[in-house]
């Protein structure tokens, strides 16, 4: 299976200065490789045939005419080969010459799109050799044809930009889009991506899943930096997979020094970079997922908008050729992926600084989400049950940063840890001294008593501990806190995180309900990381009366296994109902919620992913296990997020009914379950 993929790269040949023979050479090397590697489509740099730095040279015919047999024996050389081959050459045509990308597949030339933009500033001239593209934009140029496909060459008959290079004829225009599988690539050149509406810009969304940059970009200082920033960025704002592929080793050195900067992006993320100032030729690979671009495309209506002009994308894009190339190359993900598969998709990546950044970013969003909602009720109060487990501190952690924002004391915030029937020691005591360090209103009230009561009246077995036994200590705490929020006129603070919401797993009615949850789009696994951060990073001078500081606490608290803790301890008073016993690890769950919330990907190939990214961790077996019980829990547990209360949106994904996801309460799981009993 290709899951969606598309195996590119980017090949940076060593060059010689008009040395055709040498570098058709080079080019041909790196075919053979990228061919072995199962490679669908492979860049060469801007004018990589005769090199960059020809200047007046492009002024010599004996130079012209190597090039073009040089070319022709490339493509001679793709004969019986899977892989699609973009190279720079000059090519000249009515006269004029331009510069171009060549593609070939297959022993044929299927397209050559000219250079829009031509820079003559600082230390470029390029109009001093070649001509711009834009001779094929004008007004009123012919269009229309028709395909001719002669099984080797694929053209547009009577299109005027038919040209005979290298004894085939082909079209020569900056409109054309090229298709291989189900995987459409537009093509720009160098500066023509520098511009303030670069022609990706339009290749995208008339169809192109993929652009093509071959470039040559000399290094000077910090430009690098900005280079790879705007690549990132475009590839975002197109929503595509962006192959950027710059001239290398070998160019002349006379006034100015090509690093071969090669990067791959893929909608706003750094795939694949190489390692630029090699002296030797250099690849690199990266699988694009085009099935992740499609579904990001479709769900972004504002993708296709309109030109400046108010020409809307689908008129421009009628200006396309579209170039059938046929097959991508037949490639085996399953026996190696050039892609990173992040195990921890909701963790905040990058150094220590920016893991810094990012993590006081999160908790100022919720600070602020609360914070506002106060500030608009009038509300000075706010109550929260306090578990001594992850949700409920880091709710904790949340509203104390809320209540200094506001200026209000901390003694504002009633924290209540109720006691039941399976409370340890542990959980309890972190509880009350993270109350006593966090300088809040503490208070205590066993639901044990309540619960008898409860079990008598409505005639329940206590020593059958089933859901019952469960939900009636979740619902007696919900009762607490809301009605001492009566009392108190405050807000109940919900603690429940989206984990817990994708899964179900919580008491309807119980911990599902609050007045504003601070947590609902924070994944289990990222508010363990929070609750560390916080541990090491704020409260520092914080201590309990017990003399326990709050860094103390926190981390003692991300070390407790997670529990509900609504069944009696074990012999040794420690936890007993382990929640991932129950229902699997937290750190699969998320990965699942992730990859299905954000990219809308199928069971098989969310199971192909997460065998890829917890390698080494958990067996295909478990993850399978796993697997079948999220779907399972998934779509039968939408009722519970259909009522959630109102929260601010954290992460990439929400399950807020009012915002990001709506879905039917009674949506049937057997589609996903079918395709899971045949992995």
Request: aromatic share 10%; with cysteine.
């Amino acid at each position: 299976m290709d899951y969606g993929f598309f195996r590119v790269a980017a090949a940076v040949p060593r060059v010689k200065v008009a040395d055709v023979d040498f570098n058709r050479e080079a080019i041909c090397r790196l075919i053979d490789k990228v061919e072995a590697e199962g490679t669908s489509l492979v860049v060469f740099p801007e004018l990589s045939i005769t090199g960059y730095t020809c200047m007046d040279l492009f002024g010599q015919d004996l130079l012209l005419e190597k090039s073009d047999e040089a070319v022709g024996k490339i493509c001679w050389y793709t004969r019986g080969k899977h892989v699609t081959v973009v190279v720079g050459a000059p090519v000249r045509f009515r006269g004029r010459l331009y510069n171009c990308a060549v593609v070939i597949k297959n022993g044929g030339i299927k397209g050559i799109v000219p250079k829009i933009y031509l820079p003559t500033y600082a230390e470029f001239d390029e109009s001093r050799w070649f001509a711009s593209g834009s001779d094929f934009l004008s007004p009123g140029r012919q269009v229309s044809g028709r395909f001719v496909d002669d099984g080797r060459n694929y053209y547009r008959d009577g299109f005027d930009s038919d040209i005979k290079y290298c004894g085939q004829r082909c079209n020569i225009s900056p409109n054309m889009l090229f298709t291989v599988g189900e995987t459409t690539f537009g093509i720009e050149i160098c500066e023509d991506f520098w511009t303030p509406i670069p022609p990706s810009s339009f290749l995208a969304p008339s169809g192109a899943q993929v652009i093509v940059n071959i470039s040559a970009s000399n290094e000077v200082m910090a430009k690098h930096h900005q280079r790879k920033e705007l690549i990132s960025n475009q590839s975002g704002r197109t929503v595509s997979g962006y192959i950027y592929c710059s001239a290398g080793y070998g160019e002349s050195t006379m006034d100015t020094v090509y690093g071969g900067a090669s990067i791959i992006c893929e909608n706003g993320s750094l795939i694949a970079e190489n390692k630029r100032f090699q002296m030797d030729d250099s690849i690199i690979y990266a699988d694009l997922d085009i099935g992740s671009l499609n579904i990001q495309r479709q769900k972004k209506n504002s993708f296709r908008g309109m030109a400046p002009d108010g020409t809307s994308a689908s008129e421009y894009s009628s200006l396309y050729s579209r170039m059938d190339l046929g097959a991508a190359a037949p490639t085996d993900f399953e026996a190696k992926l050039f892609r990173k598969v992040e195990p921890h998709p909701f963790l905040p990546e990058g150094d220590s600084l920016e893991i810094a950044k990012r993590s006081r970013e999160i908790l100022r969003i919720q600070a602020t989400g609360l914070a506002a909602r106060m500030e608009h009720i009038g509300c000075e109060k706010a109550v929260i049950g306090v578990s001594g487990g992850l949700d409920s501190t880091l709710a904790l952690i949340v509203a104390s940063m809320a209540f200094d924002k506001l200026g209000i004391p901390r003694s504002g915030i009633i924290g209540i840890t109720m006691p039941g029937l399976g409370t340890t020691s542990r959980t309890k005591s972190n509880a009350v001294d993270l109350m006593e360090a966090l300088g809040i209103t503490a208070k205590e009230i066993s639901v044990v008593p309540a619960v008898e009561q409860h079990f008598k009246d409505i005639g329940h077995d206590p020593s059958v501990i089933d859901a019952t036994y469960e939900n009636a200590q979740a619902r007696e705490r919900t009762q607490i806190l809301m009605d001492i929020a009566n009392q108190e006129n405050g807000l109940v603070v919900g603690t429940g995180d989206l984990s817990e919401l994708a899964l179900g797993w919580c008491t309807y009615n119980g911990d599902h309900m609050s007045m504003y949850g601070v947590n609902a789009s924070v994944p289990k696994t990222l508010i363990k990381h929070l609750v560390r951060w916080a541990a090491m990073n704020l409260f520092p001078e914080s201590r309990s009366g017990s003399g326990r500081s709050a860094t103390e606490i926190l981390l003692d608290v991300t070390e407790t296994p997670i529990s509900p803790e609504l069944m009696p301890a074990n012999e040794g008073g420690e936890i007993k109902q382990k929640t991932e016993d129950l229902i699997g690890p937290y750190e699969l769950h998320d990965f699942f919620i992730y990859n299905l919330m954000c990219y809308g990907y199928s069971p098989s190939k969310i199971f192909f992913l997460a065998c890829r990214a917890f390698e080494g961790g958990y067996d295909k077996e478990t993850i399978l296990k796993w697997l079948k019980k999220f779907y399972w829990r998934f779509l039968s547990q939408q009722f519970k997020r259909s009522c959630m209360p109102d929260g601010p949106k954290i992460c990439q994904v929400s399950f807020s009914p009012r915002g990001d996801f709506r879905m039917p309460s009674d949506a049937k799981v057997k589609l996903w379950m079918d395709e899971l009993e045949t992995l």
